[in-house]
C-alpha cells in the first residue's frame, strides 16, 4: 500500500515562509510524477505544483509562480518531495495535500485525474 505522509505545515505571517515535505513509502514512485494540491476552507481542492519523474520539468499554478518551488530527492531510497514557500498571502491559507502520479510526466499532475493517490494533508495558515 503506497503511503504519502506530509510534514512542515504551520501557522505563519504574512510575507513569510514555509517548506512543506512528502514522503512517499510503500510502492516505489521513483518513475512517476508528484504534486501538490491544496483546498481552501469551501473551495475546490486545486492545483499548485507539479514535478516530473526526472525532476527536470516543473509545473506552477500561476498563483504560485515566483513564491513557490518544488523539488524532489531519491537519497536513502527514499521518494520525498517538497514544496518551498516564500512571500505568503493570506489567500494561500489551505491544507495542502501530497500527491502521486499515474505517469511520469508533470503535465499529467496538473488536474486532479492524474493522481494516482493522495496524503491526508497539512495545513497552512497565513496570518495577517
Known amino acids: 500500500q503506497v503511503q504519502l505522509v506530509e510534514s512542515g505545515g504551520g501557522l505563519v505571517q504574512v510575507g513569510g515562509s514555509l517548506t512543506l515535505s512528502c514522503a512517499a513509502s510503500?510502492?516505489?514512485?521513483?518513475?512517476?510524477?508528484m504534486g501538490w494540491f491544496r483546498q481552501a476552507p469551501g473551495k475546490e481542492r486545486e492545483f499548485v505544483a507539479a514535478i516530473s519523474w526526472t525532476g527536470s520539468i516543473t509545473y506552477y499554478a500561476d498563483s504560485v509562480k515566483g513564491r513557490f518551488t518544488i523539488s524532489r530527492s531519491r537519497d536513502n531510497a527514499k521518494n520525498t518531495v517538497y514544496l518551498q514557500m516564500i512571500s505568503l498571502k493570506p489567500e494561500d491559507t489551505a491544507v495542502y495535500y501530497c500527491?502521486?502520479?499515474?505517469?511520469?510526466?508533470?503535465?499529467?499532475?496538473?488536474?486532479?485525474?492524474?493522481?494516482?493517490?493522495w496524503g491526508s494533508g497539512t495545513l497552512v495558515t497565513v496570518s495577517s
Open positions: 510503500g510502492r516505489t514512485f521513483s518513475t512517476n510524477a
Open positions: 500527491a502521486a502520479g499515474r505517469r511520469p510526466t508533470a503535465q499529467a499532475m496538473t488536474d486532479k485525474s492524474g493522481v494516482d493517490s
